[in-house]
Structure formats: C-alpha cells, structure tokens
T-cell receptor
Framework: AQSVTQPDIHITVSEGASLELRCNYS??????LFWYVQSPGQGLQLLLK??????LVQGIKGFEAEFKRSQSSFNLRKPSVHWSDAAEYFC????????????FGKGTRLSVIA | EAEVAQSPRYKITEKSQAVAFWCDPI?????LYWYRQILGQGPELLVQ????????DSQLPKDRFSAERLKGVDSTLKIQPAELGDSAMYLC?????????????FGQGTRLTVV
C-alpha cells in the first residue's frame, strides 16, 4: 500500500535561513508527488507537483523540490525563509489521471523565528 | 479564479446530533473527494465520487456517515449521530477526470467540533 513519511513533526528556523522538509514515499507504480501548505484553520494550497521530466521542480512562493527515485524521496526546499512561511506542510503521493486519491503524510509544522 | 466552495466553515454540535456539510466543486470537475483531517494529522480519504457514482468509500464509517452527489455536481456529507471522535476538519476536493498531469483542488474545509 502506498504511504508517505514525513520524519520531522516540527521544525523551527530563523527568518532568512534555508529550509529543507523531508518526505519519503512508498508507491507501487510511478509516483506522482505533491507538496501542499496549510495555514491554521485553512484548506490546502498546492505548492508544487512532480509528474515526470526534470526531477527538480519549482513551485510557488520560492519553493522547490527534488525527486530522487533511488531514495524514494521528494524533499521540499527554500533558500531563504520568510516569517509568512510559518504553516503546516504536507507531502502527498497519488496518480495523475484525475481520479486517484492522494495519500498524505502526517505533516511538518514550520515555525519561523526572528 | 474558480474555487471549491464548502459550508459551513465552522460547526459546533452536540454528540448524538446530526450534522451535514456541503461542497460545491469547481465547475466541470467530475471527481470529488471528501477527506477528514484530525488535528495534527494529514488528511485521510473518506469517499470519492466520479460524477454521481461512489468510486471508493472503503474508509467511510457507514454506520454513521453518508455521502451523496445526486446530480454529479455538489455533494453533501452527513454524520448521524455525531460522536466526540468526529471532531476534525472535513475537506472537500475536486479534480478533472481523464486529464493527465492534473491535481486536486481543495476547499477551505469545515471545522467540526462535537461537544
């Protein structure tokens, strides 16, 4: 069965510092990978997605993620964190045909300090 | 910009009462999902529709939960009777069908508190 592991429950970084959120997946077929962000009490906003091609994908708000098949990973990165990036981040795996539900990790909560 | 609409945003109900949530997907999206997100966890699928048909409801607690999408557009999720453990965020999402390289779009969710 497919699964997603986000090893870090909570990460705190200083504003301006770099960020990497880890994600490992297990999926029986070709994985299609997503990162979503959720602010408190809000829905999920898509940051970026990987379907095929270049393994380094760019997303919104300056985020990027790299797909590494050999490591079954899809880590999210940002070179310089802003205070407004504080939120919950979810990695998810699913299909790409519009009728495959997503399987989510448990999330990583990001706190940003001055 | 098209959005997935959900109502209400917040709902407080007493245990053993009935509660219902409504979702209006993005126009033209044949696939609709209901997810439940317990505080501190990732969303988990409850039910998936393709048009008006249920595709997957294997994780839906059918003794108390029901979902319908009668005309293949908007959808209602009902809980009767509500239990304390049902307190969670209920998220609706929609996506195009048979379109490659597409993603699901989520609504703002309904935060349910059962007291």
């Amino acid at each position: 069965a497919q699964s997603v592991t986000q090893p870090d429950i909570h990460i705190t970084v200083s504003e301006g510092a770099s960020l990497e959120l880890r994600c490992n997946y297990s999926y029986g077929a070709t994985p299609y990978l997503f990162w979503y962000v959720q602010s408190p009490g809000q829905g999920l906003q898509l940051l970026l997605k990987y379907f095929s091609g270049d393994t380094l994908v760019q997303g919104i708000k300056g985020f990027e993620a790299e797909f590494k098949r050999s490591q079954s990973s899809f880590n999210l990165r940002k070179p310089s964190v802003h205070w407004s990036d504080a939120a919950e981040y979810f990695c998810a795996v699913g299909g790409n045909s519009g009728n495959t539900p997503l399987v989510f990790g448990k999330g990583t909560r990001l706190s940003v300090i001055a | 910009e098209a959005e997935v609409a959900q109502s209400p945003r917040y709902k407080i109900t007493e245990k053993s009462q009935a509660v219902a949530f409504w979702c209006d997907p993005i126009s033209g999206h044949a696939t609709l999902y209901w997810y439940r997100q317990i505080l501190g966890q990732g969303p988990e699928l409850l039910v998936q529709f393709q048009d008006e048909s249920v595709v997957d409801d294997s994780q839906l607690p059918k003794d108390r939960f029901s979902a319908e999408r009668l005309k293949g557009v908007d959808s209602t999720l009902k809980i009767q009777p509500a239990e304390l453990g049902d307190s969670a965020m209920y998220l609706c999402a929609s996506s195009l069908l048979r379109v490659l390289n597409t993603e699901a779009f989520f609504g703002q969710g309904t935060r349910l508190t059962v007291v």
